[in-house]
């Protein structure tokens, strides 16, 4: 079986070395789009670890029944399915409504249901059959934050919410769907009744609603066997129309580790309603990887590195051609790159690369334009020497027209060295 790794501790600190050696270890990375995430939510106590492991083939701790009930998963754990295909990621969250944080401290597991909103494509919502209808029990609350965060969502992928009803007993499955579609959908109208969100979409614009149940574990073992085997087969990529695994990120799993990362610091810094989609957050991390790696290029290109030498010396000609040229190479590079990336983040990463490279420009342009302004200087000093030498006599006239002819010829010569990277950016490049 499968160990669990503890991607978030219950003091809310991310485990980002022990996220690296997961996907290291079970070849996370080389999965591609091919893979699924699925976590579970519920009561502490509700046997969620036990279903995980039954289901995924997991080994999460589970309650022991002879030491009594109590809280058993901390934080965020997860763990590599090895009995199902494709790559499946399952995620065991701690408990809700646990006493071992008291009842006014519901911060984390607010927290960890919307992580498990934001990097999950299917979430289990466990409950006991007794608790449908109760308030707090039948993680009404809870569900009530995960459809206002879905609805504010920027571009929302939809997701699949599967009840699973544990220790379902003498009523009808149907009697017990029909009254939980019913609190759902009331759920969702009420959240749509609040301001700033689409109350015009559809419960089915954002998810698929699936409900299933399970006899006890503990006095019906063998049926609820019977029925978690079937459950597993719902989550192999088949064609099958109860399939569950069709869900898929938009994102390759190269970058499930910086997605979570940034999910969860986005979450914990209260941002949690704006959260991007996974197609711009994985744009953002990449194009700016991409961006770094293009000013790393330049800031050690030999070519730029001899004209930053040379310009110390003196002015140097065709300065502002050569290094335009310089960097429109990188900048060019950079667009290939990203060109199949969001089109907004791709730019705006752009715009910040090249503000970085006028930054490491910055220093060589000006110790061209101080060759040019000495060099005017020595030259309209020079002119009005020679004129008065000539006999014109000093008079305000002849200063104020050698002094004009210098400058024209200071400015043409400016906008000579000018970057075309400065004329193309709203940018106003202070030189002094």
């Known amino acids: 079986m499968q160990e669990g790794m503890q991607l978030i501790d219950g003091n809310g600190k991310f485990n980002v070395e ?36 039954h289901v995924f083939g997991t080994d999460f701790k589970m309650l022991d029944a002879y030491r009594g009930r109590g809280q058993t998963t901390k934080g965020i754990w997860i763990a590599k399915s090895n009995e199902i295909e494709p790559y499946t990621i399952a995620m065991d969250l701690e408990g809700t409504d646990s006493s071992a944080r008291g009842e006014d401290n519901t911060e984390f597991e607010k927290q960890s249901t919307l ?34 965060v879905m609805k504010r969502l920027f571009r929302p992928r939809k997701k699949t919410l599967l009840f699973v009803i544990r220790d379902h007993s003498k009523t009808p499955l149907g009697k017990l769907e029909s009254d939980l579609r019913e609190g759902i959908e009331k759920i969702w109208d009420a959240v749509g009744a609040e301001p700033e969100t689409h109350s015009s979409a559809a419960l089915s614009d954002y998810f698929n609603v699936e409900i299933t149940a399970l006899s006890s574990y503990e006095f019906e073992e063998d049926d609820f066997t019977n029925q978690v085997a079937h459950l597993k087969q719902r989550f192999f990529n088949t ?34 309603l704006d959260l991007p989609s996974p197609k711009v957050m994985a744009a953002s991390v990449r194009c700016e990887e991409i961006a770094k790696e293009k000013l790393n290029q330049f800031t050690s290109d030999d070519d730029w590195l001899e004209l930053k030498e040379a310009v110390q010396a003196g002015p140097v000609t065709g300065f502002g051609e050569t290094l335009s040229s310089i960097l429109v190479t990188y900048l060019s590079q950079y667009d290939k790159e990203v060109i199949y990336f969001d089109q907004d983040v791709r730019n705006a990463k752009r715009k910040q690369l090249e503000l970085n490279a006028l930054e490491v420009v910055h220093d060589a342009y000006v110790t061209m334009l101080e060759h040019l302004s000495s ?17 014109e006599g000093f008079v305000a006239s002849t200063a104020h027209s050698c002094a004009r002819s210098c400058l024209l010829e200071f400015d043409q010569e400016c906008k000579g060295i000018q970057l075309q990277l400065v004329k193309r950016i709203s940018l106003n490049f202070t030189v002094i």
């Open 18 to 53: 022990g996220l690296q050696d997961f996907m290291a270890a079970t070849e996370f990375a080389q999965c591609g789009l091919s893979y699924s995430v699925v976590a579970i939510i519920g009561p502490q106590s509700s046997g969620k670890s036990t279903l995980m492991n």
């Open 115 to 148: 992580f498990a909103l934001a990097i999950a494509d299917t979430i289990m919502v466990n409950m006991w059959c007794k608790d449908i209808g109760l308030e707090h029990a039948a993680n009404r609350p809870l569900l009530k934050l995960v459809f206002q």
């Open 239 to 272: 064609k099958s129309p109860r399939s569950l695994a069709d869900d898929r990120l938009e994102e390759t799993a190269s970058r499930f580790s910086a997605r979570a990362e940034e999910i969860w610091k986005t979450i914990k810094d209260n941002k949690d």
């Open 375 to 391: 060099n005017k200087l020595g030259k309209f000093k020079s002119k009005l020497q020679q004129l008065l030498n000539e006999g």
